[in-house]
């Protein structure tokens, strides 16, 4: 695999120790940026995005987009890793390989048709077993995602005696101060939750329930976007009123004023009155436009907890998170196309063939196309200035151990 680190111009070697931060890294072969780009827009469905940085395609590019490209192409000292940590299976980090770059072979695609759960050959786990009981969803499909995670977690709930809680989001008109009028509540429950600044209309959460983050909300205490980790508890509002709904639901009628949270990863951050290791979380507030079906238009304030459950991810959010056991889906949805970057991000969250399985059949040409020419050309270009740097590093070694190292002209 091929993350690389970009190092500044001057020989990253040779830099004082302040100047430690200044590298940057990234990995192309995730997911392109969600919008930006003419790639993004209506009418041009199939067209790349040409935001992401290896698209150099000035016709098409925003100044903004111009600017970062040629800011970009600055850095000329560049390292390619090769090594990851998250496999265990030698063999099918070899198919990651050719899967990033299209170039699978008809034996890898027969290693994959293998982790089909139809497929007659795939050995089907004991979803009872203590291993693969909690295991987690990636799927392409927000809607699937998140009827996956209110299945979890109401399993959970019952098997461990517990209520689940619904926290509504508090929507305001900016303009008025006052809640939107109901042409605009319609419109908003309507809106997709990337539109609504990733925040919920409702948010369900239970004692125990596994939960991500899904923006910013501490960077001081390392729990930021896609931190994954436990529900502790919460503080009920003074005035609360619940009402009891059906199945063991509660649905709250104020706003928690807090939520204590546990990331799985070790915090540094200590917090008066709360135990090591868990972070009191409070709710979050965006603003996002509505429009009514007049086309009229207000901004809403929306106040919600940036949680969501972490018993199902859409193959997105997924990205840079290690699972365990998982089951993906890379099936086409009903009303779009997946693309190998679709394929790639999801099947290398998993640890190996062994803890990984797929929920149905997939379209071959994930495999064996490169998911962008451009992104093709630009890690040609900086594969050969790694090269180069290697080059360059190794001279300056050699200049260093030489006989008049530490010498003074």
């Not at 290693?111 to 295991?135: G, I």
């Amino acid at each position: 695999m091929s993350f690389f680190l970009i190092l500044p111009l001057l020989s990253a070697w040779r830099l004082p120790s302040r100047y430690c931060e200044l590298p940057s890294a990234a990995d192309f072969h995730q997911f392109p940026p969600v919008a930006g780009g003419k790639g993004a827009k209506p009418g041009r469905e199939g067209k790349e995005n040409t935001s992401a940085l290896y698209c150099h395609q000035p016709s098409l590019d925003k100044e903004r987009m111009a600017l970062g490209r040629e800011i970009f192409l600055q850095f000329e000292k560049v390292v390619v890793l090769t090594e990851q940590n998250r496999s265990r299976d030698p063999e099918w980090t070899e198919l990651l390989d050719r899967l990033r770059v299209g170039e699978c072979t008809d034996k890898d695609l027969e290693e994959v048709q293998k982790l089909v759960l139809t497929d007659p050959r795939c050995d089907v786990p004991d979803w009872n077993s203590e291993e693969w009981a909690d295991v987690v969803l990636v799927t392409p499909r927000h809607k699937v995602r998140k009827a996956w995670n209110d299945l979890a977690l109401a399993k959970h709930c019952r098997l461990e005696g517990r209520y689940r809680y619904v926290i509504k989001a508090r929507d305001i008109d900016k303009f008025t101060g006052e809640r939107p009028r109901l042409d605009y509540r319609v419109s908003a429950a309507a809106m997709p939750v990337k539109k609504t600044g990733d925040l919920e209309q409702a948010v369900t959460i239970g004692i125990g329930m596994k939960a991500m983050v899904v923006t910013n909300i501490a960077a001081e205490a390392d729990v930021a976007n896609g931190t994954r980790g436990v529900v502790e508890s919460f503080w009920l509002h003074p005035e609360e009123q619940p009402t009891l709904l059906e199945d063991g639901v509660i649905l709250l009628s104020h706003m928690p004023p807090v939520i204590f949270f546990r990331p799985y990863e070790k915090i540094s951050a200590r917090f008066d009155g709360v135990p090591e290791g868990v972070v009191p979380i409070v709710p979050v507030t965006v603003g996002f436009e509505v429009q009514n079906g007049l086309g009229q238009t207000i901004t809403v304030k929306r106040t919600q907890y940036a949680l969501t459950g972490a018993y199902a991810f859409t193959d997105y959010k997924s990205q840079g998170q290690t699972i365990e056991k998982v089951i993906i889906d890379i099936g086409k949805p009903p009303d779009s196309e997946l693309s190998p970057f679709n394929a790639y991000v999801a099947l290398s969250r998993g640890r190996g063939r062994d803890s990984i399985r797929l929920l149905r059949d997939f379209n071959p040409d994930l495999f064996t196309t490169h998911p962008s020419e451009n992104l093709r050309a630009e890690m040609s270009r900086l594969h050969a200035l790694a090269r180069q740097t290697q080059i360059d590093y190794e001279h300056a070694q050699e200049q260093r151990s030489g006989p008049n190292a530490g010498a003074i002209a």
